[in-house]
């Protein structure tokens, strides 16, 4: 088993890299200027629309988002690229001097016309728009520019291809580069800053995957406790009276889908013209929750408020899990041990609850491995419903504003959360199955 455990431990730091690596994607390929987005913000979270937008501002927000660095540890482009081209940081022209290099091949003469380029604002907002060599040589023809700018304009025109452009150049660019950056600050759970309000994203999820944890966990502990006595008794009993029954009524339960009972649980128990027992949205009322109480005291507070998102997210399971324990058990005392063990004269409980159900557990477990992923993607449209502050809703808001970096992190905790609850799946198989050996 602990050769096992460490051959998944092992594996478990590729497969995070891959998480790693695609989530890095995710927010390269993110549409959209970071350094403009938080700009909107000043260091202590106001709206910055008062100050001077001036260069050194964006130089500070793009060192502070590392990118004023490389992208990856190295780069596999055309030899007739400089591997400094990361340090154009307009998207726009570096595209734009990316063209002319792949189309002439030599980069000193893109190099001279490009600060040619910079001394004169109008060319620049004009020239440097344009991606496609015709296009380009259009415009260069009908624009009138400085001696500068028109010398080198046609020293590149008469250029000849070189051959370098047709030969690929790896650059290599060592640890100081974006995704190293990144990673090192993803691992201690730095994800940035928000899109949306410039919050850091660290301080906005781990409350809320705190709330969302705990509302899952307890909701699953809770369908636990009813469905697996619900799916002995009826295995003990089958094709009886309750086997059927409460087949019927709980497949009827779990063909509801679940935002039509979150929304009519709201209709019926928080609405004043019906039933109003429960607060209709939230976690906690601003004008009574007193921050300063006790733990029994918000606890009291708080519960009222999880009640019916409770429910909500404990009744779909019931029928899964009550009908797996069910088959489960009705397999395992068909078995030769089972026959076995009444044989000698041992109680039908003790069979059932001791020895078939233990066997029967690996459905079921493999159910508790999904726990982790589950309080990331399965509260989404619970939290919404509610408007339960939890990382569900959180990433319902984050879609909606297009937050990236919220996106992202929520991908990555998703993705590393999953990979913790398959290991924990394998543990708790060895611990209900012995016959189950992992290292043959």
Not at 38 to 66: I, N, V
Not at 331 to 345: C, M, V
Not at 354 to 379: C, E, Y
Request: aromatic share 14%; net charge positive; no cysteine.
């Amino acid at each position: 088993m602990s050769r096992y455990l460490i051959r998944r431990l092992l594996w478990v730091f590729p497969t995070l890299l891959a998480i790693a690596l695609f989530s890095f994607w995710i927010s390269i390929e993110a549409p959209g200027d970071p350094v403009e987005r938080m700009m909107q913000f000043s260091d202590d979270g106001t709206r910055a629309s008062d100050q001077q937008r001036t260069a050194e501002l964006k130089a500070q927000w793009r060192a502070r988002l590392g990118l004023d660095k490389p992208l990856f540890y190295f780069s596999i482009q055309s030899a007739s690229l400089p591997d400094t081209l990361y340090r154009i940081t307009n998207e726009q022209q570096r595209a734009h001097l990316k063209m002319l290099a792949r189309q002439k091949g030599d980069w000193s003469l893109i190099d001279s016309y490009f600060k040619a380029l910079k001394k004169d604002p109008n060319a620049l907002a004009i020239l440097a728009s344009e991606i496609e060599y015709k296009q380009w040589l259009k415009s260069s023809v009908s624009y009138p520019s400085s001696p500068k700018l028109s010398e080198s304009i046609s020293a590149i025109k008469n250029a000849s291809g070189s051959f370098s452009r047709h030969l690929p150049k790896i650059s290599f660019y060592g640890a100081n580069n974006q995704f190293h950056f990144w990673l090192r600050r993803a691992i201690i759970g730095d994800f940035g800053y928000s899109y949306y309000d410039g919050e850091s994203v660290s301080q906005k999820l781990w409350p809320k995957l705190r709330l969302s944890f705990i509302l899952t966990a307890t909701s699953l502990l809770f369908a636990f406790i009813i469905s697996i006595p619900i799916g002995v008794y009826a295995a003990s009993r089958p094709d009886g009276w309750f086997d059927h029954t409460s087949a019927v009524l709980l497949f009827m339960a779990y063909s509801l889908p679940t935002f039509f009972v979150g929304t009519l649980l709201l209709f019926t128990f928080s609405n004043p013209d019906v039933l109003y027992w429960f607060p209709e949205s939230g976690l906690q009322n601003p004008v009574t929750f007193d921050p300063t109480g006790s733990l029994g005291e918000k606890l009291n507070h708080w519960i009222p408020h999880l009640i019916l998102p409770f429910i909500t997210f404990s009744y779909g399971s019931l029928a899964y899990l009550s009908r797996i324990t069910r088959s489960s058990v009705a397999e395992e005392t068909s078995k030769d041990y089972i026959l076995t063990a009444r044989s000698k004269g041992l109680s039908e409980n003790k069979i059932l609850w001791k020895h078939a159900l233990r066997n029967a557990l690996l459905p079921l477990i493999t159910v508790v491995g999904q726990l982790f992923p589950i309080a990331i993607g399965g509260s989404v449209i619970i939290e919404t419903i509610f408007s339960l502050p939890g990382i569900g809703w959180e990433a319902y808001r984050a879609v909606m504003n297009y937050d990236y970096p919220v996106i992202v992190a929520i991908f990555t905790l998703g993705g590393f959360l999953t990979v913790i609850g398959y290991i924990t799946a394998d543990l708790l198989y060895a611990w209900a199955d012995p016959r189950i050996r992992f290292n043959e």
